[in-house]
């Protein structure tokens, strides 16, 4: 029998004010998977603020935290009065999927503490950046924790209320980063978020006005006609007009110029691929629609990046003050490619042959020198994200820029002892860059 734990049965988009004396047994009882193991860590940091890097180790090494999870929150209700307990609780089944009930513990912590600190796991404490978050699910915010793991940096996850981003107390800091994540639902709090940050005095990664840039749409538009760069125009379409063109109503071309069968469609607003699909007919879309029911959707281009080989390959890159660092490389038979179903954790020759691009990546980077400078030039971001292939005549396929993408280096190294050495480059040039950032801001240097 799958183990009942607790979790709040509270609308958490009610009105109703926060009463920190009211009883914490407002509950439903929810049902998930026995537990294989038990978060490492968490008893010697007892009512620490964790974040997401353990939750994340965790689940790379197919463990399993939910009895973790239930006796937090045997212990949450016997102290309802931890928001640090209960945020580690909210982040605990945000990743076991349960994000209502998790979004629901996250407001109730919220609701009594907007501030939580990783501490630093390295002694003395180098500098202290501020994140500056939004409430939301795993990805509304830029998962830094997870690839400055074990480092000197203090991070202060600073949440930031919607109508009055800065209403809370800001603690003290060296420089801040702007996590948030661009969608439709962060941009009034980005907007927000420029203006009170329009004269801060320290330095700010990820400016708030640069951070739209990055969302589907916008991105798709941004980047085309970028030298040496593909990507395929992210088009709203409406379920009506999808509709339309599933029942002979209307044609394809005739709700979007320019494109027939097969394009890509996915629902506004899906991450991860989630509702992503490739659509090569008015039957498969009519199937499609009968299966996702969202209001509104993206539709794009189909490329067929396949390799001579019949393959296709999907790279990960971060940008970092501009500069190109290799993330990771997944290989697979399916165009749509994610790495933990990629087969990378199974096939050894893949493996062999993401650790050929790891080291030879200086000659990718030289190769797609112009688009990529393209991408940082237009962006204007500090940070970002870039999901990527190789076109058949050699231009860089773009699928998605994002400054919220997991970037780490939590990989088995028994399996990827490749990783280490190309990730420890990444963190170490996210590090150098923040406190380069700090020093010059304190020498009067200008950005």
Request: hydrophobic share 45%; with cysteine; proline share 6%.
């Amino acid at each position: 029998m799958p183990k009942p734990i607790l979790a709040f049965a509270n609308d958490p988009t009610s009105p109703q004010k926060y009463d920190k004396h009211r009883r914490i047994d407002q509950l439903q009882t929810i049902a998930i998977s026995p537990a294989t193991g038990v978060l490492e860590g968490f008893d010697e940091a007892a009512g620490e603020f964790i974040g997401l890097a353990p939750f994340l180790r965790i689940s790379i090494a197919g463990g399993d935290f939910s009895t973790q999870a239930a006796d937090w929150l045997a212990q949450a209700q016997q102290r309802p009065d931890d928001a640090t307990l209960w945020m580690n609780l909210a982040t605990a089944m945000l990743c076991l999927k349960q994000r209502e009930i998790g979004l629901a513990i996250q407001k109730h912590a919220l609701a009594m503490q907007r501030v939580y600190r990783l501490r630093a796991k390295i002694r003395p404490v180098k500098l202290r950046l501020l994140m500056l978050m939004t409430p939301g699910d795993l990805a509304a915010n830029i998962p830094l924790d997870c690839l400055l793991e074990n480092a000197d940096i203090e991070l202060v996850y600073y949440f930031l209320t919607p109508g009055d981003p800065l209403a809370s107390p800001v603690p003290e800091h060296d420089l801040a980063m702007v996590a948030v994540s661009a969608d439709e639902e962060s941009r009034d709090l980005l907007r927000r978020l420029e203006t009170a940050l329009a004269d801060w005095p320290k330095p700010i990664i990820n400016a708030p006005g640069y951070v739209p840039l990055s969302e589907r749409h916008a991105a798709s538009l941004l980047l085309q006609g970028a030298p040496g760069l593909t990507i395929c125009p992210a088009l709203h379409a409406s379920r009506k007009q999808l509709e339309d063109v599933a029942a002979g109503r209307a044609t394809l071309e005739g709700i979007a110029e320019g494109h027939r069968f097969p394009i890509i469609v996915r629902p506004e607003g899906s991450h991860g691929g989630h509702g992503l699909a490739k659509i090569t007919s008015v039957e498969t879309l009519r199937t499609y629609l009968s299966e996702e029911i969202q209001p509104e959707y993206f539709l794009s281009r189909f490329v067929d990046y396949r390799g001579a080989d019949g393959l296709f390959r999907k790279f990960r890159i971060v940008l970092i003050d501009g500069q190109p660092y290799a993330c990771h490389m997944a290989v697979s038979s399916h165009w749509m490619i994610h790495y933990l179903n990629a087969g990378m954790y199974q096939d050894e020759s893949k493996r062999a042959e993401e650790a050929d691009f790891l080291a030879g990546f200086p000659a990718f980077a030289a190769r797609h020198h112009t688009a990529l400078a393209a991408i940082y030039r237009r962006t204007r971001l500090d940070y970002l994200g870039i999901d990527c292939a190789e076109t058949a005549d050699g231009r860089l396929l773009v699928f998605e820029i994002d400054p919220a993408m997991v970037i780490h280096a939590m990989d088995r190294e028994d399996l990827f002892p490749h990783k280490q050495y190309h990730m420890l480059k990444v963190k170490n040039a996210m590090r150098e860059m923040l406190i380069l950032r700090a020093a010059g801001h304190r020498l009067g240097v200008p950005r």
